[in-house]
């Protein structure tokens, strides 16, 4: 199977959009842009998100370490791009503050889910890391950042939509 296809077809599953972050091994702070997110299960309460192997983040995810999920709003676009690269600062201009355990917790999330890595899995060329929910918050006055077909969209949500 042609893999440009695959990942072009892949691309038409519109999904939110997310940050993740955490603690380096040295303490530095870690982040990295993924939308392959997940709810896993109410009870316990867990989620997951798919990292590339090559991710120079991957050590920071073992199991028992804190992360943070933040889920974007349409304001945190320029976020979603920066945390997309490797190679730079990706926390120079971004506006964040530090969880009890001293994860960045951006400003702005539509909302944000604190876990601990409940386990991880060989996922092809990606880990499969799965997080356990200790805190959660969520800001129902944003609106969702979107990712479709390669790209970032605004989703239009009415008023009251989460009764």
């Known amino acids: 199977m042609d893999q440009r296809e695959f990942r072009n077809t892949m691309g038409t599953f519109a999904t939110g959009v997310t940050i993740i972050t955490a603690k380096g091994e040295d303490g530095e702070n870690?982040?990295?842009?993924?939308?392959?997110?997940?709810?896993?299960?109410?009870?316990?309460?867990l989620i997951l998100v798919c990292i590339d192997k090559k991710s120079s983040s991957v050590p920071a995810f073992q199991k028992g370490r804190p992360f943070?999920?933040?889920?974007?709003?349409?304001e945190q676009e320029n976020d979603c791009w920066s945390f997309a690269k490797g190679g730079v600062d990706k926390f120079v201009n971004a506006q964040y503050e530090l969880s009890p355990n001293g994860v960045p917790i951006l400003k702005e999330n539509l909302s944000t889910i604190m876990c601990d890595v409940f386990e991880v899995l060989e996922g092809g060329d990606h880990v499969i890391v799965t997080g356990l929910a200790k805190e959660i918050s969520r800001n129902e006055?944003?609106?969702?950042?979107?990712?479709y077909s390669g790209n970032i969209c605004n989703l239009a949500v009415p008023a009251n939509s989460n009764k």
């Open 68 to 74: 943070v999920v933040n889920i974007l709003s349409e």
């Open 30 to 45: 870690i982040g990295l842009t993924a939308n392959a997110f997940s709810s896993l299960s109410l009870d316990p309460p």
């Open 141 to 147: 006055k944003k609106k969702p950042l979107i990712f």
